[in-house]
């Protein structure tokens, strides 16, 4: 997910690919959330991990999702 956040920002001036490169880190950061239930049904990783990293995968889909919805904020194209 970070190498696609990090994508994002190598294409800012470009609305289409701004936007389809974050709709990728999105996807991204729910797949992670997959293989957390994954990883916590296999007891791989304990319960207390297992909620920590749901709540921190919790807060970067807020993040990734307010850049979604207010991409003025963080691009300087003219037309969206």
């Known amino acids: 997910m970070c ?41 791989y990783i304990m319960r207390e991990d297992y909620l920590s990293l749901c709540q921190q995968s919790e807060e970067v889909g807020k993040l990734l999702s307010y850049m979604q919805s207010n991409p003025a904020r963080f691009v300087h194209w003219k037309a969206l």
Do not use: M
């Not at 797949?31 to 239930?37: A, G």
């Open 3 to 43: 190498a696609n956040l990090g994508e994002v920002c190598a294409v800012p001036t470009y609305p289409k690919h701004y936007r389809s490169k974050l709709a990728i880190a999105i996807g991204e950061n729910f797949e992670t959330q997959v293989w957390l239930d994954f990883a916590i049904d296999a007891k």
